[in-house]
């Protein structure tokens, strides 16, 4: 009976298996949680705030030659051409709207934008584009930009309008950033200057032309005027604020104007998308979105239009990384100047990473291991920057000199001539650890210097002749220095870089820490000096050893060598005029030949001439890293603009 039940409930269960096996299922849902996408939204989408250090020197576009002051120009001024988004090589029309080269590539005929006001209200004319270039030449100064411009249209070898005074004048010795000097110039030669001057730059304002007749056919022209050096300006309101009135009489008076008697340092009156509210220098420039731009049409293909979507840029000055590092933690500023000592701190709050693709010259992006973090990291495109340690060959020591000790070879100063002793430079190369400096200060991500040129220029080698750490050679060199003095008394001066930059006061540190392994009677004092003081310092003549870096106005080799062996830097260093000469004469053939190949052969024996003659310590070009919250709209790279910006081009959420 018992084996029956249990049969017939076996049954029972078997078909109620079978029952429901055949009944209609009901689908199963699945259900999992949506991860939550995070946001990230602006405080204040209408502004932007990009902290970093360094003040401007000025805003005279013909004079300021550094970032600081170039970001805010390039901001608030335009050029009859401007750079095709990303691309330093491909230029389309701004504040012209056409333009024609003659056969001989020496005459460039600009058509003048119409309708264009600037910040005043005054109509843009042909007239101001040729005062704008007329005054900036006429001004000059080996400080200033206008380099750039004059070997175009004075001739190869021209960096100022004083040289060609002298060459006219007959003069030995060019009065070059000396006015007492040219003022005394025979009036007539000064005349004939400033015409020839205006002949080689003509308006017509009939025509709505310009015209530049150039002195030789100058293959980077177009790229020299899309620079801040040919920044258009209101001639009108320039000279109600006291600039050159046009007058052939008068412009010597003019001459050789410095940031602190510039009557434009801390105007402006531009066309472009920002107009200047306040400068307030050491803490902050403000500028404000000019409700009256003139562009209606993108100038390429999906580039900005009409009125900037920012309304205020605030530019603070903050030197300290650590205030900084929590005004972006905090979502208080929009970008920031991120040294490479510093990525470690940064990088764990970078949420998207784009990296450079270098054969579509743009940005691949996607999210970091960390996507909930609130930072976005543009990786890897090619430096177009560097900085260098350079010797002063003649440190100028009027009304005394507080870097340089006793100024005696007494162990407590070095003599103003000390570095005019190769076996001193040659030691201080020696003393030098690269790796270390690349490792530590650039974060591993660049590469050793060979000679004044970059990667991807025309006539760099990577195998080229350098220096490398090595303090037996260090020891050995400063041993035969100034016939043994330097050994038997030792030396003491100070190393000067500007106060926020960390890469340059690890150089300074590494320079110091090396010379005191080699014996602690080697003394160097490392200086934080302001920006403004370290830059007049320099330009003074008056720092023995001084860590500077060049970042290129035009994308040619020549913008390398021209200022670091002939120019700008080599002035700075005093490098000695026979010695310059010889640069010069490479230099010059260098811009002069049109045959590729030919000009990279020159420019390899400039290489090798700064090697053999050691004018600094070359140190490192790195690759670039850019930083901003992922609420930042419309960012590209062009290797060109001062600290990359374009605030036209952005946008926020």
């Not at 600037?118 to 000059?140: C, I, K």
């Not at 009027?398 to 001539?417: A, C, H, Q, V, W």
Request: proline fraction near 6%; aromatic fraction near 12%.
């Amino acid at each position: 009976m018992k084996r029956l039940l249990f049969i017939l409930m076996s049954l029972l269960i078997v078909a109620s298996i079978v029952l429901a096996s055949c009944a209609p299922q009901k689908e199963v849902v699945v259900v999992t949680a949506t991860p939550e996408v995070k946001e990230f939204k602006s405080k204040d989408p209408k502004t932007i705030v990009f902290t970093t250090y360094g003040d401007p020197e000025n805003f005279d576009p013909a004079l300021d030659y550094e970032t600081a002051g170039g970001l805010v120009i390039f901001q608030v001024y335009e050029t009859l051409v401007t750079f095709k988004r990303q691309s330093p090589v491909d230029f389309v029309p701004q504040l012209a709207t056409e333009w024609k080269v003659s056969g001989d590539g020496k005459t460039y005929t600009f058509t003048i934008r119409k309708g264009v006001k600037f910040h005043n209200g005054d109509e843009l004319t042909p007239e101001d584009v040729a005062y704008s270039f007329q005054r900036g030449l006429l001004q000059g100064s080996a400080f200033s930009p206008q380099l750039l411009l004059t070997e175009p249209i004075y001739g190869i070898g021209t960096y100022d309008v004083a040289e060609l005074v002298a060459k006219k004048a007959g003069l030995e010795e060019a009065p070059v950033d000396d006015p007492e000097a040219l003022a005394k110039v025979d009036p007539k030669v000064l005349q004939e200057v400033c015409e020839l001057t205006k002949q080689k730059i003509q308006a017509d304002n009939e025509a709505g032309t310009v015209t530049f007749n150039l002195e030789q056919a100058w293959s980077p022209f177009i790229a020299t005027l899309a620079h801040q050096v040919s920044s258009v300006i209101d001639k009108k309101w320039a000279i109600e604020q006291g600039a050159w009135n046009g007058d052939c009489a008068t412009w010597q008076n003019h001459y050789a104007r410095t940031s602190e008697n510039t009557p434009l340092r801390d105007k402006m009156n531009g066309t472009g998308p920002y107009k200047l509210e306040s400068w307030v220098p050491g803490e902050e420039i403000i500028l404000v979105r000019n409700e009256n731009y003139w562009r209606t049409e993108p100038a390429w293909e999906g580039g900005p239009s009409g009125i900037p979507k920012i309304e205020r840029v605030i530019i603070k000055n903050i030197e300290e990384w650590g205030t900084r590092l929590a005004m972006m933690k905090a979502g208080d500023a929009d970008f920031t100047t991120v040294d490479m000592l510093n990525v470690a701190q940064i990088d764990p709050l970078v949420g998207e990473l784009c990296e450079y693709n270098n054969s579509k010259n743009d940005y691949d992006c996607h999210p970091s291991d960390t996507p909930d973090q609130p930072l976005r990291l543009f990786k890897g495109a090619p430096g177009v920057t560097r900085a260098d340690a350079m010797f002063n060959f003649n440190i100028n020591v009027e009304g005394g000199n507080p870097y340089i000790g006793s100024g005696k070879l007494d162990g407590n100063g070095i003599p103003p001539d000390f570095f005019q002793d190769k076996h001193v430079r040659l030691a201080f190369n020696y003393c030098f650890d690269w790796d270390t400096y690349i490792a530590e200060a650039l974060n591993g991500e660049a590469v050793q210097g060979v000679g004044v040129l970059i990667p991807g220029a025309l006539g760099w080698d990577s195998e080229g002749k350098k220096y490398s750490f090595d303090l037996e050679k260090c020891k050995a060199e400063i041993e035969q220095a100034w016939n043994g003095e330097v050994a038997k008394n030792g030396f003491r001066f100070q190393l000067a870089y500007n106060s926020g930059n960390m890469v340059r006061q690890t150089v300074a540190q590494i320079i110091q820490s090396n010379w005191q392994q080699v014996d602690p009677k080697y003394r160097i004092e490392v200086l934080a000096l302001p920006w403004p003081a370290f830059n007049d310092a320099q330009k003074n003549k008056r720092l023995p050893l001084f860590i500077s870096g060049w970042q290129e106005d035009i994308h040619d080799s020549h913008n390398w060598v021209q200022p670091f062996l002939v120019g700008d830097y080599a002035v700075r260093q005093n490098v000695p005029a026979d010695l310059i000469a010889q640069f010069k004469e490479l230099v010059s053939a260098g811009v002069a030949e049109s045959d590729p190949q030919k000009r990279a052969e020159i420019y390899k024996k400039l290489q090798d001439m700064d090697y053999e003659n050691v004018l600094a310590i070359r140190l490192g070009i790195p690759t670039t890293r850019w930083y901003e919250q992922r609420w930042v709209k419309g960012f590209y790279y062009n290797p060109i603009y001062p600290n990359e910006y374009y605030f036209y081009a952005y946008s926020k959420e």
